[in-house]
């Protein structure tokens, strides 16, 4: 249990003579450091879209026909102008690339985090009371989770449309729900099973047995010893959902061109095959999702590794 | 013939030093005990000196089996040896087996794994073993998983596996000490009726030496990795030599309780809680408790002995409102609280009764300092003055007698003793007139235990508290209760004084669970009246 | 061991209720105007009625919900009702076939695909799984720790890019069509062919899940090898190789098998992916396009799909886990 690796790792410091702080004893951790160092990188390229567009002068969207593409209307490689080259209709691919990541932290963040609150709310309520309300969440988690995720988000985007066909809602808001409609059930059923187990500790008893009340049990003895678990869980879920929105952008259900996202950047040069002339096309965004992905995978796994020795499988 | 011999063993796991040079060695025929608290590298010694360590571990010495030098040896040449010529009884035996392989799985593989043996072979000889170690029915038993056998059962085939090859010495790693008495008696029995017939070498490691002064014929006694006195068994319980040695002894129950607890008072106690033909029962299974009736008196400690499974625990649930009932009733001070069909208490009652649970490990929030935990139930009883909190707060850390630097802490920062004293201050807070407590000094150093024990008869005696002492160990309870209920399978066959409990049971199983505590051999020849003197 | 089983069917059969439930009102709020859309193009009001008046879309929607959930008109032909014998889910306009029908043809290509990429991925990431317990702290170890973190962190699009580029496209450009650019070859036709076709998709599925699985047989076996009666194992004097296969596998595999179920599941979405990148014509492409064209029976009935797989992959694990528990036998 995570409270216990914490409890146990705080419990060292009076043995050792310069007490190091459990960020200290984080930062120890290889996987850490590598992965805290690559989501800092991702984290600089989102911030700094807006100066390198300023500084090359190009938009994320501006397209420029005549510089980018040549005369075949084949886009241009890399160069002083345009970095990572142009794409199939000659709009900057490095610029494009940045503001790629905005979108991807911008969809992924809140999603993750929308998915945690009510993921843990709906799995402790269900894990304290047990019984009836415990079946009935159990049976909706598994509705969830059998729901095919695009064809569903295809359906629910097509409710964004209103009668002229322009959306109601931002379509990026719709994305971050329509992300976290389907994430919820990974914190659910995370905190169903550890407040389950909580729930009949000798520690909720002995409360119980002073008179404390449900919802002061559930303040003070259990979420403040599964929320450590639950953030930690939150860095895995993260990057999951990062490549969910690369992947409905991909399949163009996601957040639409000219808007860029990396996974639509990597439909286009699919699409028309123009990586296979100038792969920074393909490259630029591809590179930038790997490295995110595997920043965020690796710190999360770092995490793990030192509050939660006993890695939960599901 | 000399079997094993261990010279200036040395275990290091990284920086800590577990072992610091042990010599010792047994012969056959004989049983070698080794004795001393966790932590003293009894283990250590014996799983480094068969190489059963981890490869983090560094080991030094030199380890002879029948004098053939195996401390470094070859993994090949080890995995010979082990389960054919040395075989291997630990601890908890639900953990040791494998809980996906069947019983006759499992001992087959002892054999198969060093000879080659036909099927039909191996299922004979597996029978014969599961006989010759008293396990009824073989031939059903053979395709039982652990779980389907009761905790003796298990040691009795973790047993059989370790004799499948006829070893010349069998080491035993506190083999009983998860069992209840009756069942450590019997296993203590078969042990020793085993390396009779075969004539086997055995080493018994246990932290208790009224278990091992049945069995051994030497003792070596550890301490912090060294061994401190290493004698025949006669000499190291008539005249023992170690300071250490003489405390263990002292804390050690020979045959029962050192002492009995002193009656507060002769007269009849008035009663607080009336407990009427109890009943429970959970699906599929037989009822846990049936008819069970007792009362408390104020300022009462009574005693509530039973084995494993006998539902003493669900009583005291039942008492403290954790449970229902599903027949009978609990009457405080004349109120009936606790009925079938009721779930939770009224305020005054919840506040009246108070539970200290066995693991201190799990009863404290461990991300609360030891100063919230203590102002829990002076907040939950309506408390708002702050100053008036924390002055209780004090005052019940001096109770329980901790230094008051302590309210910083986090449960992780305490020792297990602390622990519990915690847990019983927060339990006296709210001044309850009855506290059950459920194997609290189980989970404890036998030293610290004697200490935790002697801080409850105090308390009793101070704020004039009742309690329900619940264990399963005889000894504790004759020192420290009033009176003493005998619980057998959900039914309480025998209720009385305590010394008179101890001296002239009446119910034969009274007198099978008194005839099984261990150190008859070499009980104390005089146990008056006396307080147990807990220095040291 | 029966009330068990009785309670977790009870439960699967109502969590199908509900998403059919669910999905008929998704889409029947999604798309506004059903019958203008499944409609040819350029369409007089007349025949969008007239599509409405077939596919009784003018009348109130519990009528409409009562048709599918019990017992419909019939639409061409073709019967209507989950409890009509066999089951029907409607009649896809768009498609001029009745869904069940559409789906039974795609399904083999789909469910192909989802089984030969699980028999891959747990037999690699079993192996490597062990072999990185093993051979724990070793090179062996950090090589597979290596390719299993590249191998989770590339998203099922980008690899089948990568791979359709590199195995196929540059494979074929220099002499070498190990591979067909795309199609389907039933398995009972020939099963050589149907393999061929089906091995760059089934790679792409399996990357990702390989370094999943390996990671956590790794730390499932790891778990195990600590517990007591491993030591009790060795103890006997079994060989290592016996140890790991026998004892501890055994035990770390319930983990595996139960996450297996789940994201075979899952991995419905990953077979949409891999069909539009492999040009594979199974449920999966037929979905998204009858999501896109508003052809809302087959939305539907593609959505009961990919329920049923996850209910029945996770069924079959539920029973496979209680079948190896002891505890449940006799």
Redesign the interface.
């Known amino acids: 249990m995570l ?2 690796g914490i ?2 790792i ?2 060292q ?2 043995d050792t003579v310069s007490s190091p702080t459990l960020l200290q004893i984080l930062w120890r951790e290889r996987s850490v450091r590598i992965g805290a160092g690559i989501v800092f990188l991702v984290l600089l390229a989102a911030l700094s879209a807006p100066l390198v567009a300023l500084a090359l002068g190009h938009g994320p969207t501006d397209q420029f026909q005549e510089t980018a593409l040549d005369e075949m209307g084949l886009p241009v490689g890399p160069s002083a102008a345009f970095p990572l080259g142009a794409d199939g209709n000659g709009r900057d691919v490095l610029v494009r690339t940045l503001y790629g990541a905005q979108v991807s932290l911008l969809v992924g963040i809140p999603a993750t985090t929308i998915a945690m609150l009510i993921g843990t709310l709906v799995g402790t309520v269900s894990g304290f009371f047990a019984g009836r309300i415990d079946r009935v969440v ?2 909706g988690i ?2 969830a ?8 988000a ?3 985007l ?2 964004n449309r209103g ?1 002229t066909g322009q959306p109601i809602i931002p379509p990026l808001l719709v994305v971050i729900l329509v992300i976290s409609l389907f994430s919820w059930t990974y914190f659910a059923r995370l905190t169903r099973g550890l407040v389950l187990q909580l729930r009949t ?3 909720v ?9 449900k919802t ?1 049990i559930i303040r ?2 259990i979420l ?2 599964i929320l450590p678990t639950v953030l930690v869980y939150w860095a895995v879920q993260l ?1 999951a959902n990062i ?1 969910a929105e ?2 409905l952008s ?2 163009g ?1 996601g957040i639409q061109a000219p808007l860029p996202s990396w ?1 639509n950047m ?2 286009e040069a ?1 699409r028309t095959s123009l ?2 002339d100038q792969p920074w096309f ?1 490259a630029g965004p ?1 590179l930038a ?2 490295l995110t ?2 920043g965020f ?2 710190l999360s ?1 770092g995490l793990r590794t030192v509050l939660d020795p ?2 939960r ?2 | 013939m000399r079997v094993f011999s261990v010279s200036d063993l040395k275990v290091r796991f990284g920086r800590v030093e577990a072992v610091r040079g042990i010599t010792f060695d047994v012969d056959a025929g004989r049983t070698l005990a080794i004795v001393g608290e966790s932590g003293s590298g009894k283990s250590a010694g014996l799983l480094a000196a068969t190489g059963l360590l981890p490869t983090s571990a560094s080991v030094q010495g030199s380890v002879l089996h029948r004098g053939q030098e195996i401390l470094g040896a070859s993994p090949k040449t080890l995995r010979k040896i082990r389960g054919a010529e040395i075989g291997f009884v630990f601890q908890d035996p639900l953990s040791n087996l494998h809980p996906l392989k069947t019983i006759g799985e499992q001992i087959g593989e002892a054999m198969s794994a060093h000879r080659r043996i036909d099927r039909s072979e191996r299922r004979e000889r597996v029978l014969a073993l599961l006989d010759d170690v008293g396990i009824d029915d073989p031939v059903a038993r053979l395709k039982h998983y652990p779980r389907h056998l009761s905790g003796g059962m298990r040691q009795r085939v973790m047993i059989a596996m370790a004799i499948a090859l006829d070893p010349h010495l069998i080491i035993a790693d506190e083999p009983t000490t998860a069992l209840d008495v009756t069942v450590q008696a019997s296993i203590l029995d078969l042990l020793k009726r085993l390396q009779e017939k075969h004539g086997t070498a055995l080493i018994f490691v246990s932290h208790d030496l009224a278990v091992v002064s049945d069995i051994a014929d030497d003792v070596v006694v550890m301490q912090n990795g060294l061994v401190v006195e290493k004698a025949p068994a006669g000499r190291i319980y008539d005249s023992p030599k170690h300071a250490y040695t003489r405390q263990l002894l002292g804390a050690a129950r020979l045959a029962g309780p050192r002492a009995y607890a002193k009656p507060a008072g002769a007269e009849p106690r008035s009663p607080l809680l009336h407990v009427r033909s109890l009943g429970r029962s959970f699906e599929t299974s037989r009822p846990v408790l049936k008819d069970v009736s007792f009362v408390v008196g104020k300022g009462e400690i009574l005693g509530l002995v039973g084995e494993s499974g006998s539902g003493k625990s669900t009583i005291g649930r039942i008492i403290a409102g954790l449970d229902r009932p599903d027949a009978g009733t609990v009457t405080l001070r004349g109120e009936e609280y606790a009925k079938p069909g009721t779930a939770g208490l009224k305020a005054d009652i919840r506040r009246a009764i108070q539970v200290i649970f066995q693991d201190p490990y799990a009863s404290l929030n461990p991300r609360r300092t030891v100063e919230a935990i203590l102002a829990d139930p002076f907040i939950i009883a309506g408390e708002r003055d702050r100053a008036k909190i924390a002055d209780r707060v004090r005052q019940l850390v001096s109770d329980v007698e901790l230094p008051e630097d302590i309210l910083g802490r986090l449960p992780s920062q305490l020792s297990g003793g602390q622990r519990q004293r915690i847990a019983i201050a927060r339990s006296i807070a709210l001044r309850p007139s009855l506290i059950v407590a459920d194997e609290a000094v189980s989970a404890l150093d036998i030293t610290t235990q004697a200490k935790i024990v002697a801080l409850l008869g105090d308390l009793r005696d101070r704020l004039g508290i009742s309690f329900l002492f619940i264990s399963h160990d005889l000894g504790v309870v004759g020192e420290l209760c009033d009176r003493v209920a005998v619980l057998e399978k959900g039914h309480i066959v025998e209720t009385g004084p305590t010394r008179r409990i101890f001296e002239h049971p009446e119910h034969d199983y009274t007198k099978r669970l008194l005839a099984a505590v261990p150190g008859r051999k070499r009980q104390p020849a005089d146990r008056s009246q006396k307080a147990v003197s807990y220095a040291g | 061991m029966m009330k068990n089983s009785l309670s977790t069917l009870v439960r699967s059969t109502t969590t199908l209720v509900i998403v059919l439930i669910l999905s008929f009102f998704i889409t029947r709020v999604a798309y506004r105007n059903p019958a203008a859309m499944l409609a040819p193009r350029n369409a007089t009001q007349d025949v969008i009625d007239g599509v409405a008046r077939a596919l009784r879309l003018d009348e109130p929607w519990y009528l409409q919900l009562w048709y599918y959930l019990y017992r419909g008109p019939d639409i061409q032909g073709a019967p209507m009702g989950l409890f009509h014998w066999p089951p029907a889910l409607g009649f896809s306009f768009r498609k001029q076939a009745p869904v069940t029908d559409l789906i039974f043809a795609k399904a083999p290509v789909t469910i192909s695909l989802a089984l030969g990429a699980l028999v891959i991925w747990m037999t690699i990431g079993i192996i490597a799984g062990v072999a990185a317990s093993r051979w724990q702290g070793r090179l062996v170890d950090h090589v597979l720790a290596f390719f299993a973190y590249v191998g989770l962190s590339v998203p099922t699009f980008l690899s089948g890019i990568l791979i359709s580029y590199f195995l196929f496209f540059q494979l074929t450009s220099h002499g070498f069509a190990w591979f067909p650019s795309s199609g389907y070859v039933p398995l009972t036709e020939n099963a050589v062919e149907w393999a061929r076709h089906l091995l760059l998709p089934w790679a792409t599925l399996a990357i990702a899940e390989i370094g999943i699985f390996q990671r956590i047989v790794r730390a499932g076996m790891l778990d195990v090898l600590g517990q007591d009666y491993i030591r009790t194992a060795r103890a006997k004097g079994l060989s290592e190789t016996r140890i790991y296969l026998s004892h501890a596998l055994k035990s770390a595999l319930n983990p595996i098998i139960t996450l297996g179920g789940l994201e075979l599941a899952v991995i419905m979405g990953g077979a949409i992916v891999t069909e539009t990148i492999f040009g594979l014509d199974g449920v999966g492409r037929m979905a998204i396009n009858a999501a896109l064209d508003g052809d809302f029976p087959l939305v539907i009935g593609t959505t009961i799909f990919a329920s049923s797989v996850f209910v029945l992959s996770t069924l079959t694990v539920d029973l496979m886990v209680q079948w190896r528990d002891p505890a449940r036998q006799s």
Not at chain 1, 145 to 152: A, G, I
């Open positions: 409270a216990e409890a146990a705080s419990g410091r009076k159990s049976q598994d509705v989770l059998s729901f095919p995720f695009v064809v569903t295809l359906s629910l097509s409710l009668g500790s000798p520690m008893e002995a409360s119980v047995t002073i008179g404390a009340s002061r003070l003895d403040p010893n990057p490549v690369a992947t991909f399949l259900v996974g990597i439909a699919q990586y296979q393909l591809g999702l790997f992905v595997v995978n690796t796994s006993h890695q499988s599901a």
